[in-house]
DNA sequence: CGGGATCCAGATGGATACTG
DNA sequence: CAGTATCCATCTGGATCCCG
């Protein structure tokens, strides 16, 4: 932040597919409301259902079920049935999950570095655009 | 794929914030259906509307207005308007949008490294769980 | 405790027509 | 060419009730 150049910008594309390049896939996968937030809930260790229920805050019974079984369908997640009374059942990312939490942890990172920037650039063009319905 | 060990998984939960991260802030902005479709397509140099139309395949005119727009309004991307006749306007990724690229470009290699160990647990769910209507 | 079943509101996005 | 405006179908997700 110090010379009179502005933009560095590593040099490579980095991205160069054709058309989708399965990008869509993923986020088709963890782009919806609560994925990402029980995935990184259970990379703390195993839960139970009413755990992440209480640790995913906001999340309703049906919501965590639905996600939950997704990333169990997908094989993100492993489901474990105690046949005890009352029941109890066990949630735990598998090695495929594990590997998912590297990239979470790259989107927390650009997010924390480019929050301020967009939320700047956020109010300016609010600023110089009223009431244009964008969000 | 050769010896008896099966997940090395290295070591690290990689994400550990108490409950967001931020992670959602990009998944939120991102996870649309049209938005990393665009920025893939202006990774590659400008882009004139009616050429982003024609390159990310089956985008509408309304959705690739408002999804250009969303990416203006953070600072992902920077329209130019040349006052010409017909009209011309071209499209740029800024130097925040071409960071965001790298970013895209672990999505689709982590996609790359696991659309078939997840497409095959989903074949194999599928199987186990007829008519459960998970997806 | 760990779900499944139903009902419903709001958000997302597609199709089409019109405009400077 | 580069939008804007309107209408409408679908999808996502929340609230609630019930069950083994």
Redesign the interface.
């Known amino acids: 932040m110090s010379a009179t150049h ?5 040099p490579a ?5 054709a ?9 088709d ?3 919806d409301k609560w994925s ?2 029980v995935v ?1 809930e259970l ?2 260790g195993k839960r139970r259902f009413r755990e992440l229920l209480r640790a995913v ?1 906001g999340i309703s019974q049906r919501m965590l079920t ?1 996600t939950v ?2 990333l ?5 997640v492993s489901r474990t049935v105690y046949p005890t009374v009352p029941p109890q059942v066990e949630y735990e990312l ?3 999950g ?11 990172d ?6 301020e ?2 939320a ?3 109010r300016r ?2 600023a110089e ?1 009223p009431g ?1 319905g ?2």
């Open positions: 502005t933009a560095v910008t590593t594309p980095a991205v160069s597919c058309e989708d390049c399965g990008i869509r896939d993923v986020l996968r963890i782009g990402v937030l990184v990379a703390h805050d639905l079984r997704r169990e369908r997908d094989g993100l598998t090695a495929t594990h590997s998912l939490t590297h990239l979470l942890k790259a989107l927390a650009w997010s924390a570095a480019h929050r920037s967009i700047e650039s956020r063009w609010d655009n244009s964008v969000h």
